[in-house]
C-alpha cells in the first residue's frame, strides 16, 4: 500500500528538524516531505533555536540529528521537555556518534535511529513514537540491561511479578518487547485495540512500571524476550 498519502485524511504528522548541516536538514526534509502524512514545519541550526521553536509553536515531533561528536550534546533535550512537553522527541544518530543512548532516553528521547538505516526506517520510528509507542534497537537494549543489575534483588523483584501476569499479559508484554505498536500487537493476537490497551493498563498496575519503555526493559530482565547473542 502507497504510504505517501495523508494518515486517512487527518492531518500530517508535524516535525521540527535540528541539524547543524544545511544539507543533511534539506536532504531530510526532501525525503520525509516525499510522504504527505509528514509535514517539517521548521529547521533549526542549534539547540537555541530549537528550543524558540518549539515552545512557540510546538511540533509532534522533534527531530535531534546528533552527528559524530555532537552526540555529547544531549543536555539541552531536557530543557527542550520542560519548554515542550508534549513534543516527542526521536534522535538521528551517525554510526560514529558519542551518543550516551540510555542518557537520551532518561532526558525525554523515545526513538533512536541509526544514520545508516534507510528512510523507511526513520518513517516508522516517527510513526510509532507520533503513536506513543518506543524506537528501540537491540543495541541500545544490551546496554540498558548492562547496566540494569539484572541479576540483582531488583531482577529477582520484577521476576516474581511474571507470576501475577496472565497467560495474555506475557504474550503482550512480548510484543512489546519485540518494538510492536497496539495495532500490530492487536492484528497478532486477534483482539481489538481497546482490549491491547486495557491489558497494558492491568499489567503496568502488576509490574509497577510507568510507560511502554520500562515495560519493554522490564521484558528483557525477566527473560520474556531474549537478547540477542
Known amino acids: 500500500m502507497d504510504n505517501s498519502h495523508s494518515r486517512n485524511g487527518k492531518r500530517p504528522i508535524t516535525i521540527s528538524v535540528l ?3 544545511e544539507l543533511v536538514s534539506d536532504y531530510l526534509k526532501a525525503l520525509l516531505e516525499s510522504d504527505r502524512s509528514i509535514k517539517i514545519v521548521n ?5 537555541t533555536q530549537l528550543l524558540e521553536m518549539a515552545s512557540e509553536n510546538p511540533p509532534d ?3 535531534l540529528c546528533l552527528m559524530d561528536d555532537e552526540g555529547h550534546q544531549i543536555g ?5 521537555a520542560q519548554k515542550a512537553p508534549g513534543v516527542k522527541i526521536v534522535v ?3 554510526p560514529n556518534s558519542n551518543l550516551d543512548q540510555p542518557a537520551s532516553l532518561k532526558l525525554g528521547v523515545r526513538g533512536i535511529v541509526g544514520a545508516n538505516q534507510n528512510i523507511r526506517v526513520l518513517k516508522r520510528a516517527i510513526q510509532q513514537v507520533f503513536e506513543g509507542e518506543v524506537w528501540l534497537n537491540q543495541r541500545l537494549m544490551d546496554q540498558l540491561l548492562n547496566g540494569s543489575g539484572k541479576n540483582g534483588s531488583n531482577g529477582s523483584s520484577r521476576g516474581s511479578r511474571v507470576h501475577q501476569l496472565t497467560k495474555r499479559e506475557i504474550q503482550i508484554i512480548e510484543l512489546v518487547g519485540y518494538g510492536l505498536n497496539n495495532k500490530t500487537i492487536a492484528k497478532r493476537l486477534e483482539i481489538s485495540e481497546a482490549t491491547v490497551r486495557h491489558h497494558l493498563s492491568s499489567i503496568y498496575s502488576k509490574l509497577h512500571v510507568e510507560d511502554r519503555l ?4 522490564f521484558a528483557y530482565q525477566t527473560g520474556v524476550v531474549k537478547p540477542s547473542t
Open 19 to 21: 541539524a547543524s548541516l
Open 43 to 47: 529547521v533549526a541550526e542549534n539547540h
Open 61 to 63: 515531533i522533534a527531530l
Open 76 to 80: 539541552f533535550i531536557a530543557d527542550l
Open 92 to 94: 538521528l544518530s551517525s
Open 214 to 217: 520500562n515495560l519493554a526493559i
